[in-house]
């Protein structure tokens, strides 16, 4: 009784921060207009795509009078296929992300960003799913408050789970990707024929580096700590470091044909989202 | 470098651990400060990178500073440093201190305190005895803490200090090693040889006196025209000056005099002239910049605000000394002014007390309003003498018989008669009746029933002597003799005063039981040795009536005033005949030059300021930053707020400078625009038609600025306006009951078409105005001296007209004659209208109206500016014209008069 309680509790602390986060998100979204895009094949569909000489399965409420009235031949007016992706998001749920030097933690721009773009894929008529979330992905704002109810659900995993990926499901991943294991998830699931874009998510100390005299480091992990004396005379070293971790990632990404996009928390979210979804419409 | 400042050290070897600063230098400088703490996730990509430089950064020079001044002044601070030389003890022993602290010593206290302090801190660690001559000495020797906490409740006592219990109390002490003695004299010779003797038993003693010694004052003498004062002092030597001032009642100086002592003289004599309603109200005489008891003389408190009319047949202007009129004007004079003349006239000047000396008839006009008078509480007292032994009228206390008896003459068989003592009912119960003061003659009353009660004096054989009877609230008391010494010794002896002022303190309103119940003294107010009034002690005792003139001040009588409501008689620390001799036969040490003054607790206090902005710094270097430290936030609010209060003084001090008028800010930027548009116009108006040049108005904010300034507050109502904090209520409270004005204006049209009770500015007018005290309120009359204090207004329009304007209920108008203008007592609180006055006498910066009144236009205009200068005129000059009105009336009075 009392651990339901205190789960039952703690689950309206964690989601209390639901519904103000998709308002946000909405807000973003609606900054970023967006259509329903075509399969550019013939299919159920609003959009005229071709006229086709008319075939015995036809139904006659198919033919396109006037078109046929033009020539000798009936036609039949066929619609451009909008057939709806499902995309999957994950996020990096581990230490890492609660970290911030500013105002915003890599989690709660994360959680935006990936709300956000959720939204923007509910509204173009995609399906949209968290991995590892109850139920299956949908295109409604059901499939939202799923997306935010698996957010804010416990758990630190660093790594998706496995999850009933069709082919060419796409995924978006969002994490810091400062541990390596996540390119060698990454290819397993290239190899089960996603497609998928990295969002990496850096906190502006981890990419400046603002630290200066003694400095004791330690990690959100646990693991061993670092003291530095001068933490500036570290700083050109630890950059390059840093960059080439970033650019590892990102050459990863493409040579298993996905995308990459970094995030800085301490810019607009809207840029990235943008960026984000110019990759997700242009598949 | 010891022996150039004069400074020392009590603890001297302490010092020592400055040699270990270096190492505390060293030690601060190796250890590192801790690190500041971050999380940081991408860890790994830190590791293995070297910062060349692996020696901790060291503390920063100035943290190192820091840290090493506030040990050094720890360090210090423990050495326990003295500024200036305290005095080394003369002897291994206990310390023994003999403190005069008689009224004497109370000029120097504050020298010999600190002396006190310096001897005590000289002996640390022995043991201590604390002797005062005046009150008792704690038994044994004390220890330091104990010698400190009696050095500091040690306080001079008004009355003179008891060498002699001093020396005897020293006596008791047995010392094995030779104590050190010091005498911390009040310079004046009183009994010394007793002490001098008891601390030359013991070894030497180190006397200390003041320099300027003390000077003293003897009770005053009061004559015709003031205060006869005689300074005291008690070196001969130089020619001094000083200034004997006659203080009142709430120790405000009314006079001063510069008395002068030449060489050779310890007397010094100077004048005081006083007018008598000065005298009256004087309650002591005091040396000025002598704040002792000895340099005071309190005054007998009468019934001084009382006057007291003479009426004497006999005119007697030849040969005063046997005139009623002399010995009678002698003996009130102190206690009551003294008009002369005929019944009529006194009584139309008010006297309280009517004295009616040998006066057989009152006139038949008179008679009417002397017994008004004795009903409505006056007091007649009535001699006898030749005429009354004529027959009286019935205005005696009892019926008095024909002719009168004669006592020890020639003729007579029986002496003359003394008085009897008093019974235990009568007034003057408690008085000493002297032996010499006998009755060769006096009239006699009928044998009556009555007059065991009615006599408050008798003589020996049982006759009465003064007879007394209460007649509506007042007395009527007859003295069967005359108030000259022709018929007795009594109007020469002091009895005779002490009867008057009894008599008069009766008129006062002390009831006649309270006078009978005098036997005995008690203390009302006493003075402390400062020369400061104190409530009575438990230590005090009556004094007896009779024997208050000889009582002379000691512990069980300290000096003040005693006895009763109106009738209380002062005991002085110096009599007539004292003396103030220098004290002989040392030669002491003045005080004052040897004050050493502790620096342990600022050394302290420094250090553990240091401390606290090292502890402080550390944070800071750690990464707190002040902004996550709330309190400091807090601290800068605080010196904030400082300036703020320098600003509120300068609105006070503009504002106290000039009579100014003045709105209440309600905090609505347009309402306030009005406000103050609409009372520079009004300004404007006062400054062209009337002598009142008003300043710009100001805003005034009744939670947070004082009102008292103000003469009048318009206060424009608007729904909007916040409710007022109980303060902010209490102080509008304060500001109507001293006397201020506010105008209400609930601006009834501006707001909304409705006027009356439900409008929106009435209503905010009740909410506001809930909590306060308002007086009851009646539509303005059409006699209000609002009406008629500048313009001679019928109705008081402002931008709207009509409605109705309330002001503070008027006493009823007399029935017969009313007069043209009606005030009441003082200025309506509160006046209450709708009318919107402020808008209709706005104008902008170029003094161009801002609004059109409604209906009336300009010509309302100008009648709402008359309106305005009325209200102002009115809030400053009060009910001035209502007595005006009265002018021709009283200018006809004063033309009779001279005539």
Redesign the interface.
Known sequence: MSNFSALQHEADGLSAGLPPLMVQADHLAASVSLGVHGRRRAGMGESFWQFRRYASPDSAGAIDWRQSAKSQHIFVREREWEAAQTVWFWRDASANMAFKSGAVSKRARTDLLLMAMASLLVRGGERVGFVGMDGAPASSRVALTRIGRALFSKGDNALPPRAPFARGNQMVWFSDFLDTSALEAMKDLSRRGMAGHLVRIVDPAEDDFPYNGRTRFESPLGESDEIFGRAERVRSAYRSRFTAHGERVTDAALKLGWTCTTHRTDQAPQSSLIALHAAIGGT | MLNFLPLSFGAPLVLVALLALPVLWWLLKVT??L?????????????G?????????ATPWWLLLLRLLAAALLILALADPLLGRPPQLAAPGPLVLVVDNGWAAAKDWTASQELIADLLHSARGRAIAIIPTAGAAPAGLLNEGEAARIAKELKPMPWPGDRKAAAAALGRFKFTVAPALYWLSDGIEDNSTPLRDALRRYGGVTVYAPERLPLGLLPVTRDASGFAVTALRAGTSAVQETEVAAIGARGETLAATKVRFTRGETRARGHIALPMEVRNATARLAVSGEESAGALQLLDKGASQHSAGIVSETSGEGQPLLSDVYYLERALSPYAEIAKGTISALLDKNVSVLLLADVAKIPGTDMERVKAFVAKGGMLIRFAGQRITNGADDLVPVPLRVGGRYLGSAMAWSSPQRLAPFTATSPFNGLEIPAEVTVTRQVLAEPSSEIDNRAWARLTDGTPLITARAEGQGWIVMFHITASPTWSSLPISGLYVDMLKRLLALSAGTPARDLAGLTSLPPVSLLDGFGQPAAPSADAAPILAREFARTRVSPRHPPGLYGAHEVESALNTLAANDALTPLSGTNAQPYGNTQAQALEPYLLAAAMLLLLMDALLALALRGFTPRKLKWIGAAAAFLLIVPQARADDATAMKAALDTRLAYVKTGLADVDATSQAGLTGLGMGLRARTSYEPLEPMGVDPERDDLSLYPLLYWPMDPRAKNLSPRAQSRIGDFMRQGGTIMFDTRDLSLGAVRGASSPGEQTLRRLTGGLDMPPLEPLPADHVLTKAFYILRDFPGRWTGGRLWVEALPPAPKNGAPPARGGDGVSPIIIGGNDWAAAWAVDGNGRFLSTPSPGGELQREMALRFGINLVIYALTGNYKTDVVHAPALLQRLGNERR
């Open positions: 590192p400060p690190p500041r703490r971050t999380l940081f996730p991408p860890l790994r990509l830190l590791r990178l070297q910062d060349e430089e692996q020696t901790p950064a």
